[in-house]
């Protein structure tokens, strides 16, 4: 590993093939291929797809009749996948192809028992692809690392929490240890999660959300005062222009299709923004409908697309507001002049900022010609009720805060929120990522949340920030932080500086990874390791008062109730609040905390976080109705809690996102449509025309034709950090495709050894996933 911070070598448990060190698929020697992919998306080929996973799985039956409940109002199980809303009422069957491969993933037949891990040491399975290490099946039973022999061995539940409970004890400030969440969380064991936490005495709760959306909340609280996008299910149905910036809708959304493919056959104006054009930007065959699937009938999914460059949203979006106010000189109304005045702050200054910035200007930074940007401000004049939405393309990057506060701004403009049809949308990531902020998973957790906490629960919980991501991974490297407890996800694999933040989990005294699956992040461990097996979402919670289901909360703020009924995968899991429990009476031998009434009975939890959270009053009778309920918001009601009771405009100068030397390339990471997130099942991504290739890096053709590059050649990626430290991937493969010139992309997580530690924004302290400063040149070279 080329590492010029001296903190070279391969680390323990993470691949030891020089320089990949996780992100492997299946192994396979069938040749790799691409061709440009010419059907619509969803349709046959996500059939197919489908099809194999399920075989794989060995869940021909149980698989296809569980999908059955998958996202049925009252009865069913939340899908596991992602944070689109279920549809309410129209669709028989609100399931897509990513959610059953999903589903089936966790389904599965196999299992990871003890005599596994008495066949296979540590050391061996690190050398395993990730694959595999997922595909043995699911976790049944805790384990934990035997120094001696190397390998994981079991160990009953009570001793499990003992060692963890004498271990946090033992630290010199709860501070020194760090909990991790990643989104699948429910939002129950959310809530006792970060109680547990509190109660302990710290906030140090990273979470995946970090590395997410958290430039998306923050952004949106400093302007309108919530964490969340305001729109509804209805708004999408009701809008007239839809802007999509920055979302990989076929893979990572594939219920939006649907969406998209509703807003064009009605007639609205659907404009994608993205570097690249992804398959959901054009057409699809709407997966639901089994009619059009069987007559291979294609809707249109955008009726506009722009490529912008990479970063270059803030740009567009400034461009449109100056043609905005320019329409505004001819004639007043195109702006909501009494909107504006009574309810906004700022806009003067706004207009200001924007009219001082020249065209030029915004059309090298958006990579977009005047005409274009033009075009695509007509569309937003033009329109009634405007929704813009956004994910990762806006998200990850060093101005993700000013470019979603841009965004806001340019919705105030015309009134575009907190009405029929309109406002901000951020597509969110896993299935219960912004429940899990709701509840209260937060390093910087506000005074109100503590001061309610403190007074239901009656703990003293700690008052100052905690330790996100990115801090956390520094602070095990400093040795400040000894403790990790990772409640779900894949954390090394799933951070950036993959070596660096492997280094750090192994200084730590103990790790602790809750779990349905094995992975990589069981690997790279502390002087001692848990593995810690929990309940899926599709499986039955029997608890002493009876069977319990959880709440999950999604993109659009609506909860309802998720109610897994498979017998679980092994009789020795528990579920994630019983987990939680057993640390925290393991943890806290005084607390007052009513641990075991809680997890005998959900209702008694959610009886609490009715009278912590601010518009759950009710909460267990409003769940229960057939759709769940919508967490109230000021902002959709144009009520604006800022300082100032206004929303604010935001005044950011424009970024420069061009790299100072032509030959360096500015490398996004994606995912493929084959995997989520670090789970990757297979090497194939299907929307791309990408056959048995993970190990690639797309490229402009005139940017492979200056690099004397053509299509398979072998190629090495350097990226240089902002502290000028360099990493290196080696022997990728050139792959050309259609996208701005000076950009490039491939795929998460491998690419995650070249994000350095200190590559994170400094607005979010998210990583740059999206904005790698790379050079790219023939291997050997
Ligand atoms: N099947 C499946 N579903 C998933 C996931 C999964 O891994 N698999 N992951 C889940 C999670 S946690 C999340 S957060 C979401 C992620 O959903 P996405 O945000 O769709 O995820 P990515 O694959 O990172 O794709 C980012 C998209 O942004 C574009 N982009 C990159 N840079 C820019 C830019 O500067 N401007 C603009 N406008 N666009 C840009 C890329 O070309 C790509 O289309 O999906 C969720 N759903
Ligand atoms: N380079 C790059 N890196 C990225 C990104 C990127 O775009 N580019 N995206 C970032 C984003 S948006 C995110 S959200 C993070 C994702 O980061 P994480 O959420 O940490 O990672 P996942 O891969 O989703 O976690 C998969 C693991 O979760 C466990 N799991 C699955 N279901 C359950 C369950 O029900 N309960 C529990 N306890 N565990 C379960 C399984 O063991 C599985 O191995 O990655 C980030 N990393
Ligand atoms: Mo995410």
């Given at each position: 590993m080329l590492d010029s911070q001296g903190t070279a070598g391969t680390a323990f448990g993470l691949m030891p093939v020089e320089p990949r060190q996780g992100g492997y698929g299946p192994r396979t020697d069938r040749a790799w291929s691409r061709k440009p992919y010419g059907h619509p998306a969803a349709g046959w080929g996500a059939a197919v797809s489908v099809g194999r996973v399920v075989l794989d799985q060995r869940e021909p039956i149980a698989g296809p009749l569980a999908m059955l409940q998958m996202n049925h109002p009252i009865s069913g199980y939340d899908c596991p996948g992602c944070a689109w809303p279920d549809d309410l009422g129209n669709l028989k069957l609100d399931i897509c192809e990513n959610g059953i491969k999903h589903v089936t993933w966790e389904m599965t037949r196999k299992r990871v028992d003890r005599r596994f891990f008495a066949e296979h040491t540590v050391t061996e399975l690190a050398t395993w692809p990730d694959f595999d290490l997922e595909d043995q099946g699911r976790l049944t039973e805790p384990m934990a690392y035997d120094a001696a022999t190397d390998h994981y061995v079991p160990i009953s539940w009570d001793d499990a929490f003992a060692l963890v409970g004498d271990e946090l004890q033992s630290l010199d400030s709860p501070d020194e240890a760090a909990f991790y969440t990643s989104g699948r969380l429910s939002n129950e064991a959310t809530f006792l999660y970060q109680l547990m936490v509190r109660e302990y005495g710290t906030n140090n709760l990273p979470d995946c959300s970090n590395m997410c959306h958290e430039a998306s909340g923050r952004a949106l609280k400093a302007s309108i005062?919530?964490?969340?996008?305001?729109?509804d299910m209805h708004d999408w149905d009701d809008c007239d222009a839809l802007f999509v910036l920055g979302v990989n809708a076929a893979s990572n959304a594939p219920r939006m299709l649907t969406a998209l493919a509703d807003a064009v056959k009605r007639g609205a104006q659907v404009v994608h923004v993205n570097p690249l054009v992804e398959a959901g930007a054009t057409r699809t065959i709407v997966p639901h409908d089994f009619v059009d699937m069987a007559r291979f009938k294609a809707t249109g999914t955008s009726t506009m697309n722009l490529q912008v460059r990479p970063g270059g949203d803030l740009a567009l979006i400034r461009g449109m507001s100056k043609v905005v106010f320019e329409a505004a000189a001819d004639d007043p109304s195109v702006l909501d002049s009494e909107f504006l005045s009574s309810l906004t702050n700022g806009v003067d200054a706004y207009r200001a900022l924007v009219e001082a910035t020249p065209w030029p200007d915004l059309v090298t930074q958006s990579g977009l010609t005047e005409e274009q940007i033009r075009a695509t401000a007509a569309v937003y004049l033009a329109s009634e009720r405007t929704i813009i939405s956004w994910c990762l393309g806006v998200s990850q990057h060093e101005h993700g805060v000013d470019t979603v506060r841009e965004i806001v701004n340019l919705l105030l403009l015309r009134g575009n929120i907190g009405r029929k049809g309109a406002g901000p949308s951020p597509i969110r990531g896993h299935s219960n990522v912004q429940g899990n902020r709701t509840c209260g998973i937060d390093h910087r957790p506000t005074d109100a949340w503590l001061d309610r906490l403190a007074a239901v629960c009656r703990i003293d919980p700690p008052r100052h920030p905690g330790l996100d991501t990115v801090r956390t991974i520094e602070a095990m490297h400093d040795e400040r932080v000894k403790v990790f407890v990772g409640m779900g996800g894949n954390f090394v694999l799933a951070a950036p500086d993959t070596p660096f933040t492997a280094q750090g989990l192994e200084k730590c005294r103990l790790t602790v990874q809750v779990s349905t699956k094995l992975n990589r992040s069981h690997l790279v461990h502390g002087e001692k390791a848990l593995i810690l097996p929990c309940l899926g979402r599709t499986e039955r919670d029997q608890q002493a008062q009876g069977p319990q289901g959880v709440t999950v909360e999604d993109a659009m703020s609506m909860v309802h109730l998720s109610v897994g009924r498979k017998q679980p995968a092994s009789a020795y899991l528990k579920s994630e609040p019983a987990i939680i429990a057993g640390l925290a009476k393991a943890t806290l031998p005084d607390t007052q905390t009513p641990w075991d009434r809680y997890v005998g009975d959900y209702d008694t939890i959610r009886d609490v976080m009715a009278k912590v959270l601010p518009g759950f009053e009710g909460f267990n009778e409003r769940v229960s109705g057939k759709h769940g309920f919508r967490i109230p918001q000021p902002a959709r009601e144009r009520v604006f809690e800022t300082p100032s009771g206004r929303a604010e405009f935001s005044h950011a100068p424009l970024p420069d996102v061009i790299p100072e030397s032509a030959d360096t390339l500015v490398l996004q990471t994606v995912r493929s449509h084959d995997q989520w997130n670090t789970t990757i099942y297979s090497n194939d991504d299907r929307y791309r025309g990408v056959k048995n290739l993970r190990e690639l890096v797309f490229l402009h053709e005139d940017d492979m034709r200056d690099r004397g590059l053509i299509e398979g050649d072998l190629v090495d990626i350097v990226s240089t950090s902002k502290d000028g430290s360099t990493r290196m991937l080696r022997a990728f493969r050139a792959v050309p495709y259609d996208l701005p010139r000076g950009s490039a992309a491939g795929y998460m997580p491998e690419m995650n050894v070249l994000i350095g530690r200190k590559d994170f924004s400094a607005q979010s302290d998210q990583p740059l996933m999206k904005s790698i400063q790379v050079t790219v040149a023939r291997t050997g070279s």
């Open positions: 005062a919530t964490g969340k996008g305001t729109v």
